[in-house]
């Protein structure tokens, strides 16, 4: 069973780091891409960050020059280094995974809640 397991998550003053991680077990195979969304309370889940296979990365502008995403193939794992947290980035950040050679699939974790309150 192919499954993502998020972990990184918790409570931050703003100014502060975090670095969240997402590993993808099970059967998976021809990994197109691995990112980061999230959904803070009553607003839509948006991008925050992906890389694809070749390693090409793309970030929302609200996550550029602070976030860092990176990814270890070996490992199936990808990372997001959160710098300079601000409130605003308080939410549930879920890691997906695009995968499959002839067909593509989406596969989504179950989320890991990043707060950032003094």
């Not at 069973?1 to 195979?29: K, M």
């Not at 308080?90 to 707060?115: E, S």
């Amino acid at each position: 069973q192919v499954q993502l397991v998020e972990s990184g998550g918790g409570l931050v003053h703003p100014g502060g780091s975090l670095r969240l991680s997402c590993a993808a077990s099970g059967n998976i195979f021809s990994i197109r891409a691995m990112g980061w969304y999230r959904q803070a309370p009553g607003r839509q889940r948006e991008l925050v960050a992906d890389i694809t296979s070749r390693g090409t990365t793309n970030y929302a502008d609200s996550a550029k020059g602070r976030f860092t995403i990176s990814r270890d193939s070996a490992k199936n794992t990808v990372y997001l280094q959160m710098n300079s947290l601000k409130p605003e980035d308080t939410a549930v950040y879920y890691c997906y995974v695009a995968y499959g050679a002839a067909v593509r699939m989406d596969l989504w974790g179950k989320g890991t809640r990043v707060t950032v309150s003094s």
